[in-house]
């Protein structure tokens, strides 16, 4: 099985609101990561896990919080987010540096 | 970091051609994946191939890891391989701006 799942496919929150994206991979994966996607550009890393512990933050703002409650679950708390940070979320996962098994993504629209 | 870019930025191709994506790396890596983003904006991942060559069904792909280059190969396309083609590098993962392909029947 090399599926990354991520919930919920799409969201529109408002600036005030807080809410999570959830990420989960079976695979025994031991690194996880977060990236942002804007329209018509690559995917940009934002954080890395690695045994569950926050290893980088690609000077990410900090209304962006980032959890690892186990080695299968990544969740990303969002909370008082711009207009700008509307954009697709992707969560990755891997054993280690090598081959990143990335989840279908959240859309967000912040309005 | 590591300076990832790709060639062509666009390409067209009729159903049935083939075709070559080119990606340069700036500096020696361990670490060299391609993906095909489709329209829903999932990424797959078509190989990890740091070095050497490597086939799968109608694509294949070869990194010269000396020369700092990587060579996605398409043959026969089908539009089911329109979308996005990224090359992505190093620890952290830097993605070419990526090969939009348009495959028409």
């Known amino acids: 099985d090399t599926e990354v799942t991520q919930t919920p496919k799409h969201l529109v929150m408002g600036m005030t609101n807080k809410k999570s994206l959830k990420c989960e991979q079976h695979m025994g994966h031991r690194a996880m990561y977060w990236y942002k996607q804007k329209a018509k550009k690559p995917p940009e890393l934002m954080f890395v896990?690695?045994?569950?512990?926050?290893?980088i933050n690609e000077s990410v703002p900090s209304r962006f919080s980032p959890e690892c409650p186990n080695s299968s679950l990544l969740n990303l708390h969002l909370h008082a987010l711009q207009p700008e940070d509307s954009a697709l979320y992707l969560c990755a996962s891997s054993r280690a540096t090598d081959t990143q098994y990335f989840g279908p993504g959240t859309r967000l629209t912040v309005l | 970091g590591i300076q990832v870019e790709q060639s062509p930025p666009d390409l067209i191709l009729q159903e049935g051609a083939n075709s070559t994506l080119r990606c340069n790396f700036s500096d020696s890596v361990n670490n060299l994946q391609w993906f095909h983003q489709n329209p829903w904006g999932q990424l797959i991942n078509l190989f990890y191939i740091p070095s050497g060559t490597k086939q799968n069904g109608r694509l294949s792909a070869t990194t010269v890891a000396t020369e700092r280059y990587s060579l996605l190969y398409i043959s026969s396309s089908q539009t089911t391989d329109s979308g996005v083609y990224f090359c992505?590098?190093?620890?952290?993962?830097?993605f070419g701006e990526g090969t939009q392909l348009t495959v028409n029947p």
């Open positions: 992505a590098s190093g620890s952290r993962l830097t």
């Open positions: 896990y690695s045994y569950e512990k926050l290893s």
